[in-house]
């Protein structure tokens, strides 16, 4: 099967680190913890969110975006959906196809046909992966290689799928501890051979396979809870990180990454960090 846009120019994506030119954001306007549906948001659920605040930091993240190149595209938002500022999770992005993911969790469920609105407003076509679960937020690519998550959002019939599609792809399934939602909660790539990731969330079978692709820099469990291993590569070696995860920003630094630094510490309450806020449209070769 050719899974080729015929819009060119409109998507492409084969790395998570190549050079952002068109990402999809949306507002967490009506973001809320209600009904927890993720171990970060039961840690919060007294606390609750500040919505001005979340408001605020999304927009500052939206303009840093924009000042580095990004452009960037706001969905609807619709307010029975509380998760849609996690745009990631959605959909995701592999060659000239954007990929639409079938959500897992009810609260979610619906959040995909917004985005298939806007892609059929912006005439690109899309491939709609309907009947298995699979959440982009389980999807990481590296060239030719896609690492897929196994956990309670994304199955082995959605993973087994991708494969028959992507006969030009390895697919490498890598379970992980479940109570950590998606796999770019406990690693991410962020060059051809190095990533983040938590060693706790894997067996030893699983890290030594991840050992194998790449040089693993490891986050420590507290910054993993502040979610140290999402973030989000624009190309050039320039990453956005979180303040306060210093030891991930040393690390990067050491390494010759330029870390931007924004806080969005209200939005990482309901369980996501800057790599579940974006759904990248265009990167760079």
Known sequence: MA????QAGKSYCRTEYGKLKRVILCEPKHMHIRN???????????EGLH??????????FADMLTQHGVEVILLPIK??????VFTRDIGFTLGQTIFVAEMAHGARIGEEDILKSWLEEQEISYYNL???KIEGGDVLINGHQIFIGLSNRTNQNAIDHLQRLLHEYEVITVPFLEKYLHLDCVFNIISESEALFFPEA?????????ARYFDLIEVNEKEQFTLGTNVLSIGNKKIFSLPVNREVNQQLRIRGYEVIEVDITEIIKSGGAFRCCTLP???EK
């Open 3 to 6: 899974l080729l846009s015929n």
């Open 36 to 46: 927890q549906i993720n171990e970060t948001q039961k840690h919060f659920q007294n």
């Open 51 to 60: 919505i001005k605040l979340a408001l605020k930091q999304h927009q500052h």
């Open 79 to 84: 307010e029975q959906f509380p998760e849609q």
């Open 130 to 132: 309907i009947g298995d």
């Open 202 to 210: 894997f067996d030893r079978k699983e890290k030594n396979i991840l």
């Open 281 to 283: 449209l265009v990167r």
